[in-house]
């Protein structure tokens, strides 16, 4: 993380090593803008957020990326915090929750979102699924209505109609007369169209 630049102050009192000051301290200096002051707090408490983040967001990258949102959010907000009302560590981990709250919120809405947009793009149109239910309906139909002519008539409406040959190819196929096949096929679609409700 890039550390912000701060104003600084000089004879800020900041105390190095062992009598480091208190994350309440820095955090009070930290709001008036010094950057020497948000130094040594970022190290004081970077472990700590850290480690709260990844307990609850689990991802190692995701983790990393909400632990430094909350510590430029320290920077930018230290004046929020009121020493009256808990400690600073309190308060910062409590930030860190939330965000690590909010990002797991936020990929699970991401995730559900996906998966319904997933679910459209494979669902058909309403339109596309009567059109389906319709065709269905009329190759059951027809269907029955062929099952209903002579096994003549049938054979040679189905090599006709459904197969694609001419009346000859079919009446050599069935080895018969081409004027037989003609009558036969004749009278089963007369039958079929009455089957069908005039629907040719």
Not at 3 to 11: S, V
Not at 155 to 175: F, M
Request: charged share 30%; glycine share 10%.
């Amino acid at each position: 993380m890039r550390i912000p630049r701060g104003t600084g102050r000089a004879g800020c009192g900041l105390r190095r090593g062992g009598d480091g000051l208190e994350a309440d301290e820095l955090l009070v200096l930290v709001a008036g803008g010094d950057q020497k002051a948000f130094e040594e707090l970022y190290g004081l408490v970077s472990g700590p957020v850290f480690g709260l983040v990844r307990r609850v967001v689990r991802d190692p990258a995701q983790s990393e990326e909400v632990a430094q949102e909350v510590l430029l959010e320290l920077w930018r907000s230290a004046a929020r915090f009121d020493p009256a009302r808990g400690s600073a560590m309190s308060w910062i981990l409590t930030l860190a929750h939330r965000r690590a709250v909010d990002r797991v919120r936020s990929a699970r809405a991401a995730g559900e979102r996906e998966q319904r947009e997933a679910l459209r793009a494979n669902q058909p149109a309403f339109d596309q699924v009567t059109e389906e239910v319709e065709a269905g309906l009329e190759r059951e139909w027809v269907r029955r209505c062929l099952d209903r002519l002579t096994d003549l008539q049938r054979q040679s409406v189905t090599l006709a109609y459904y197969e694609g040959y001419t009346y000859r190819e079919v009446a050599e196929r069935l080895s018969l007369p081409l004027g037989t096949v003609k009558t036969r096929m004749r009278d089963g679609l007369t039958r079929m169209r009455e089957c069908l409700g005039g629907v040719a």
